[in-house]
């Protein structure tokens, strides 16, 4: 996308979500995106002899966005419901709470969250399957290969990053994701599905290797593009499958249904999921699928309320899909989770008695792209008129001179905010200004019904949180596994090797033994980790 | 306490939360308070033969305050584990998530929030046991009490409050408490404790009535002060019993752990619920309790993180004497769950890597009051520097100018802040502050280990938000009441007419009905009702 101000609005999909609506004649979001319902083309599910698992993470998604995914489904676009909460309420349905310290720190890094489920054991923010020491942790995906299942995993993230990674990879660094493209190479999952192909790519990795080839040469499918993700071929193909669609991570949800061009190349989440279930499922023996919806995080540590809502509405239809191939095969068993809250995340109770409430959420409605896109057409030597127009344009709300002040300031790059743990600028003030409801001034400090002109969900900081997380399961033996209650997230490891019927101990380390090995990063080189970590 | 600044210092209690703690040689919280524990003076239980149910709420306490109750207690003060968590954590456990919306908001208030457990029916925001067009509905304590059970209230807040009045009385407006203090002298439950004698006091109400002499006159053994209700002869007497041990609400617990005189004037949720217990067994057929931790919902409206958490340790404590009931009366359910979220309340990561997130939760231990006491020596002419020697001397952090000049703003009576929501001030200033972890200059952009000044606890507003809430329960029949899933509020009547052998349904209204009924306030006669609600 062209990098400068408001005259590259043409270059823009002509056609707005708003429009599209309109088009469609719908205001389910279900319906809005090709393929995200269920029958889609490329195909049903047949059914297979084999054990599956299915572990599906929101990164980043605490109840409150989980919430408030219902409540716009439900009383904006007047959907019946959702299926979050259909299972969430069904009473063959499992569910708890899970605990998330780190042996580093009681607000969890994404990379050893995922160590735990994994392999059973707490490491170090940022260490990948492995012990603090350097030791290297058995994962469940290396166990149940060995016994003959297949492995997957799909993300909206690179690839690379720490959720996905850590079922698979040994790296003491989250962020070496150049080698952990190679550790996929080398443990050969049968499918693997997201973005990242600068970590693929010779002429952008600093080995020059060329992974799509790599991959191709140990007999996989190579797709880039969601037209042929979605080619019947490659969901019958006996091949194991690469899908690597964009440079950094897939474009947030709400990027792809208002962008034409993004929507085009790059596939769903219900759709990735869609051919990994096609794909895993030929397996007669079974296998395990990690289904990411990685970027409900990135939207939350940018204060992005409405782009982490629709993140987490993919999630949502990916139930969807997935609820379709248990239909076909009872032998699978789902497993939903969240790694760890992001920003905290509320709907704040709006207005006289809080009955502007169900109002303000609505306001987030006619926003036509992520912080991600707009902060690409700020620039921080702009007017405050320019800003004023940029923020309109994408959000439809005039701000005032003062709340544009606010947006240039937080883009120079001597800003340092009051509040220290808002990192992510101008990200955090643009979501701050979104939920300032505003009211009418012209009939006084406001009488009468809403006429707010602005929403409402407040943050708590740019940074992960430490509350518990939800935790749902259903399906194949989800009775049987005691995930019923308050569980640390360590014990999904044991969970898992108990549905596939695996003895399995990796080592541990106290909180005490793990401190000499703590090296803590400097202010400066966390602030580029973080900025590495959701662009 | 007397009003000017810091020359009343020395009126405030002469030993510190820290130096107790040194006194007592403990490190737990739980052994601070005299009778907090177990085997207390004033009485363990017998056993009865009725059927009990317990139902205890933190108000406003969202999964963040829970967590961060629980990592104070097992990470500061090193106890071994909280009951909640050992709860949350029992294999006889039901754990369930629960929706809070009311009929006119996602966002509920406390009077509907109560209204929805009390008769399974939803109503306005603001309204008590009735439909929006004033029909009242019958409560679950007149339909037990029509088979003769026991019916007891105790709350840390005004008895008069909405969250144990809607169990009772049905005024259209949940701030009539000159009122509701009135329908309880009607409805005579055997139990009613916690503050509010100001609706009690001839002195204090508009129509002069006598209510403590009306209550003494029906039968009642009347209480004022914490040793009278310690007294034995009260836990031992046939009487129904009047506890009314504030003008307003109980003292936050963070107080009356540092003032001496609160302390010994205002008795514990634990000493409360445990005399209620003794009284309510008594009754051959059984009894429902509704025991309420009140203010963890206003120290979350004041973004004051030290207060909540302390007021959440409280609710923990009761937990204990709860246990020591059920151990004694096996026929005995409990259910646990909180009406609404609070101002979001996250434990933000804090520092490089997250990893100073446990140094700065250290970091809320040394304060010495809530801001309800702080604001007292607080005064709107104050100059700078005073403000910062109130603030050190509470908290024991100096602040900057700049800082001071911030709470000064937010006292004054035409202060707007930026953000609409965060209305309660200065208290929500300083929550901020509180909040911020600076980093020691000296050492540059910071390097090495953990130097922060301050805490991490953020909130998203000074309102309630909408996300849903916990659901615990165990004891007799806990695992028959399906209460192990997502339900709504309005199902836990369902629930506890099930455990009592009840059929009852009281007619309803949908949201489109209950519309015309729907009178918004005008925001400066919210701001009265906020400032009344926790002041």
């Not at 709470?97 to 160590?115: G, H, K, Q, R």
């Not at 701050?432 to 707010?452: V, W």
């Not at 106290?510 to 959701?534: C, D, G, N, Q, V």
């Amino acid at each position: 996308m062209a990098k400068t101000g408001r005259g590259n609005e043409k270059n823009m999909s002509g056609v707005s979500r708003r429009e599209m609506l309109k088009i469609m004649g719908a205001g389910a979001i279900g319906t809005l995106f090709p393929g995200a319902g269920h029958g889609q083309s490329s195909g049903s599910f047949s059914t297979s002899g084999g054990d599956g698992l299915i572990f599906l993470v929101g990164d980043g998604m605490p109840l409150g966005v989980i919430k408030g995914m219902h409540q716009v489904r439900t009383r904006v676009y007047g959907e019946k419901g959702t299926n979050f909460y259909s299972k969430m309420k069904a009473p063959y349905s499992m569910v708890g709470y899970m605990s998330t310290e780190s042996l580093s720190s009681i607000v969890t890094d994404s990379a050893p969250a995922s160590v735990t489920w994994s392999t059973g054991v707490k490491t170090l923010n940022r260490v990948m399957a492995s012990l603090p020491d350097g030791r290297p942790l058995k994962t469940i995906m290396e166990l149940v290969k060995e016994q003959g299942y297949a492995c997957g995993l799909v993300t909206t993230t690179r690839v690379t990053h720490a959720t996905p990674a850590a079922w698979i990879t040994h790296q003491l660094n989250r962020d070496n994701e150049d080698a952990i493209a190679l550790d996929y190479l080398k443990f050969k999952p049968e499918v693997l599905m997201g973005g990242g192909s600068r970590f693929f790519d010779p002429l952008r990795r600093k080995d020059g290797k060329d992974l799509f080839k790599g991959f191709s040469n140990e007999g996989y499918d190579v797709v880039r593009e969601r037209a042929d993700l979605l080619n019947p071929e490659i969901g019958s193909s006996k091949k194991s499958l690469l899908g690597i669609f964009t440079s950094s991570h897939i474009s947030y949800y709400l990027d792809r249904l208002n962008q034409a061009e993004l929507g085009k190349k790059q596939p769903t989440l219900p759709e990735m999921t869609r051919v990994a279930l096609q794909k895993l499922s030929k397996n007669p023996k079974g296998f395990i699928l990690q289904v990411e919806a990685g970027r409900i995080d990135h939207a939350n540590h940018s204060n992005d309320a409405w782009a982490a809502i629709l993140d987490t509405c993919e999630l949502d239809l990916t139930l969807a899909v997935i609820d379709e191939y248990l239909k076909a095969n009872p032998k699978t068993i789902v497993i939903v989770t969240s790694d760890h809250g992001t920003s905290g995340w509320g709907i704040n109770g709006t207005g006289p008695e809080y009955n502007d409430s169900i109002e303000a959420l609505k306001k987030y409605q006619p926003i036509k792209a992520s912080f991600e896109v707009i902060k690409t057409r700020l620039k921080k030597e702009m007017a405050l008129a320019e800003i004023k127009d940029v923020f309109e344009y994408f959000t439809t709300f005039r701000i005032t001179d003062e709340e544009a002040s606010m947006i240039q300031a937080a883009m120079q790059p001597d800003y340092r905010p009051f509040h220290g743990d808002y990192v992510f600028q101008p990200d955090a003030v643009m979501g701050k200004i979104l939920a300032h409801s505003l009211y009418d001034k012209r009939k006084g400090m406001m009488e009468g019904p809403a006429l707010i002109r602005r929403g409402n969900v407040g943050f708590t900081s740019t940074n992960h949180t430490g509350e518990d997380q939800i935790l749902l399961s259903y399906g194949y033996k989800a009775n049987q596994l005691g995930l019923n209650r308050h569980v640390d997230n360590t014990y999904l490891f044991t969970a898992m090797c108990k549905f596939f019927g695996i003895q399995h101990q990796n080592p541990t380390m106290t909180e005490e033994e793990a401190k000499p090995f703590i090296k803590t990063a400097s202010l400066e080189e966390w602030r580029r980790h973080m900025e590495l970590h959701i662009a």
